[in-house]
Structure formats: structure tokens, C-alpha cells
């Protein structure tokens, strides 16, 4: 298993691109590259072959990624690691606006995990090596997805001997405590030290507001003349790489360098082929928020743009959306304001684990109630179709559509039914079909399937979107109505994004309090 610096660099490159190059001429670098160096083109023969295949495929990263160059208040929001809250044992705590497209998906894997293992009343008393083991574990899931041949794990290059210019008192005072890179179990420091650097950084990670948040010395170029990445084979080999060096998640450049470990494990041709335009960054150059394909790429593994079920034809072009069902869903306020259609497979997971997405922020949606993902019954099979062809949510139909909805239910669609039904189904003549008058007539003793009460909780990261600036989960008690007239409340975002996947749904928020989505 080698590790890989990527790229080797000079200054002069890196105030245009953000990426330093190999120097010419330097023998040892392209020795390095050939042995050791990550060559996407199927294997180069020579050394300088595989140090220009690696240089260009990590610029292609940068740019795709980042755009032409990045902003040092973008980068600067970024440079966070993984820490949880001191209030909640296995809430993920968000510094500034822009990563919740890493740390939302990595917070509901977790949670997704710790739905299987342990009941709520259990949450509190989880223990930091447990939460530890937590991390780890979601993370390995998200690169199980993205995975296409070997698992690519980023790391940056230790200083060894670095200048006092280069590093703040933390740093001097504390060597672990910056962005170090990884030390493999059998080289690098002697084992005491380096055991107790790692139980520092475990103890900061757990315990973060007891760490002065102080400024970064930290900038794109030298981030980026630092990387480097070491390859696995097998899932389990990952694991334990984290296992060891937990402070690879924990450091301030973390969540960074999982979301290069993300890109480096899918890889860079198969991102392209999934996106539908290779010239738009992953994360916007304003705001540093993350694009749609980046955050399904976080979730499904595929960096498609869209959040609809499979392929949609528009204007002559195939738009690509989630070819499955997926393991964590997702839910936008911005369907409702009708900037996207969120299909099934995301509206209905494997897991009752959703990403709420509003327009400015990721947050997590989750429950206990494990009948909320249960198959779904001919009736509610109905009632899906029927609201495809009733974009606005009127839980009406133009009368002429009634043969295009049966059809799709397969069920009789002959012309003559076809005009019986229409003219029992709209007796007054209004050129309207309600739903459920349609549902008493073809599916009148349907059963649901999702319970017409159950808890939910919601998490955000950012403590100053929590009550008393403090990173906990919200629960509530959720009601679905009989009536299937849909409130809208412009003013209440949380309901208006719970309605596009239960319109009929009220919830009690504890204390009185809704949970904020932004």
C-alpha cells in the first residue's frame, strides 16, 4: 500500500490554479509517480507518463470541484473536522455555512446505523469510543458507494520539519492538533507518542467547545501542495486506517479530506459521465454550498444532477435522477416553490433517515417508526400515480387524464369503462376528478401502511439554528389528517417541506419550538 503525494509542487502555479506541478527534471519525482503513483489511464509505462497523468487528473478534480480558483472565504468555511456536540452524544456539530452537503449525509448514515442498534431513550448515554466507531462506520457506507476500483484515501503530508512561520501556538504547542496527515502503525513517531496524539484528538472531537476556535493558517495552496492518498482494496482495510488514525476525520481540514477521499474513490471519469454539465463546480464559488450532484454523489454514491426517479426526457435531452431506491431520503422545500419534483426513490428510502434540503442549508430528518418505510400498498401505489398527473397538489385531475391513470395503474382502460367512469367519477359535468372519489371507487377498503401518528426528530448542525445556541436533536409528534386538503403556511418552511412527502401532516414540536431548516 503506497501513499502518494499529489501533486508535487512550485508556488507560481498555484496562485492561478490552486494545484502546484511537478517540477521538470526532477528524477525522483517521476520514480515516485511510476511506483506509486495514481495512473487513471489504465497504466503508463515510464515515469514521466504517470507523473502527467497524475498532475492532470488532480487538476480536473480541482477545477471540477472548485471551479477556476477558490475563495478564501470559501476554503476558510470549510476547515472543519468532525466533531460532535457536547449536548448530544451523536449529533455532528456544523461550524459555518457551506459543508452541511459532507456533514448532513455523514450524520444520517450515523443515524441511520444508530436506528438499528439502539432505542432513543439510549441516545444520551452512548460513549465517545461508541459515537467514534459511529463516524467511522458511516463514513465506510458512503465509500462503499462511491467506490469503482480501490478505495482512495486522502490524507496531507506530514511536516516534518516545518517553519514556526507556517504554524499557530495550537499547532506549536500541541503537534497533533493541525491538519496532520496520517501515521501508518509501522512507521513515523515512536507509539507513545503517537497514541497519545490520537487520544487528543479523540478528546477534542468529543468535546469541541472546550477548544479555542483560533484563526486558521491554513490556505488552499498549501492544502492542496499536501495532499496525498493511500489505496485499499477492501472495505475493512479502510476501517481500520480510520480506526487508526482518527484524527485524519477529527483534524480541521477533516471533513475536506473526506469529501477528496469521496471524489478520489468514485473517480474522476465516472463523475463527469454522471453529471450533466462537467464545466459547472461542485461547490458554488459564492456561497461554498455544495451542488445537487455533489450531495446525491454524498448519498446514492451518483453524482447525477437531479432528484427525480430515473431518466426525464426534456427537450430532446436524457436528465439523469436516482436509478434506485435509496438508502437515506431526501426532501426539499424547494419542491414545493416547484424548482424541482423529488421522485420516489428518495421520498421513500429503505431507512426512515431523510436530508431536508432548504434553500440555503442541509439538515436531517429521522424516526423510530419503522412502518414509515414499509412496502407500499396498492393503495398508496394509487395515490402516487393519481399525484403525478396532479403537478400542483390539488388532489384533483383533469377529467380527460382519467385513461392516462389507469393505464398507468394498469388497471381496465378501455374507452367505453373509460367514459362510464369519467361521467360517475364527475357527475355534475366540472371536467374534474377528485381523489377521493376515485380512491371509493377503485381501492375502497385500502389499508395504509404508515401510521397515522409517529415520532420524528430533526437535527441541524449549526448551533445557532438550536434553541439556546446548543446542537440537539428536536423531536415531535407527528399527525396525519384524514382530509387531503394540503395547509400551505409560507411561514412555517419546516411544514411546507414535511408536506411534500405527507401533504396531510401536522406536527407538535416539543417546547412549542419548530426546528429551523436554515
Known sequence: MGENLAPACIATTVATTGIEQTEAGSSGGGAAAASSGYDDGGGATSAVAATAARQMVSEKIFSLLWGEKIKHDVFRRWLQGFAFSDFEPSALVQRDGGPCCVIAP?????????????AEHRFNELTADKCKTLLIQAVCQILMKCKTDVYRIVTLEETREPDAGSISTSETDQPSASCSGSVPSDQGPDTETHRASVDMHDAAMMHPAAI???????????????????????????????????????????????????????????????????????????????????????????????????????????????????DIGFITVMEQLQYCTVGFFYKNPKNPVWVMGSDTHLTVLFSHEQRLVSPETPGEIARRI????????????????????????????????????????????????????FMNEFFPDDKKSTPDTFDLLHYNGIP???????????????????????????????????????????????????????
Open 212 to 326: 479555542e476556535r483560533t484563526p486558521s493558517t491554513w490556505t488552499s495552496e498549501r492544502f492542496h501542495e499536501r495532499i496525498r492518498f493511500s489505496e485499499h482494496q477492501h472495505i475493512d482495510d479502510v476501517q481500520k486506517f480510520y480506526m487508526q488514525n482518527f484524527h485524519v476525520l477529527t483534524d480541521e481540514c477533516g471533513v475536506l479530506l473526506l469529501l477528496y477521499t469521496v471524489l478520489q474513490t468514485k473517480g474522476l471519469e465516472h463523475i463527469l459521465s454522471e453529471m450533466s454539465d462537467p464545466n459547472e463546480s461542485l461547490i458554488h464559488d459564492t456561497y461554498g454550498c455544495g451542488s445537487q450532484a455533489l450531495i446525491n454523489l454524498m448519498l446514492t454514491g451518483r453524482a447525477v444532477p437531479h432528484v427525480w426517479d430515473n431518466e426525464q426526457d426534456v427537450g430532446g435531452m436524457k436528465l439523469k435522477g436516482i436509478n434506485q431506491q435509496s
Open 386 to 437: 393519481f399525484r403525478q398527473f396532479d403537478p400542483d397538489g390539488s388532489n384533483f385531475i383533469p377529467s380527460p387524464v382519467l385513461q392516462d391513470v389507469l393505464c398507468a395503474l394498469e388497471l381496465v382502460s378501455e374507452p367505453e369503462y373509460v367514459e362510464l367512469m369519467r361521467s360517475r367519477l364527475d357527475p355534475e359535468n366540472l371536467g374534474i376528478i377528485l381523489l377521493n372519489a
Open 464 to 518: 445557532n439554528s438550536n434553541y439556546g445556541n446548543v446542537v440537539q436533536y428536536s423531536r415531535g409528534q407527528a399527525v396525519l389528517l384524514e382530509s387531503d386538503v394540503r395547509m400551505c403556511n409560507p411561514s412555517d418552511p419546516m411544514l411546507t417541506c414535511l408536506q411534500t412527502k405527507w401533504p396531510n401532516i401536522e406536527v407538535n414540536w416539543a417546547g412549542n419550538r419548530t426546528p429551523s431548516l436554515n
Open 106 to 118: 455523514v450524520q444520517a448514515y450515523l443515524l441511520k446505523i444508530l436506528l438499528t442498534e439502539s
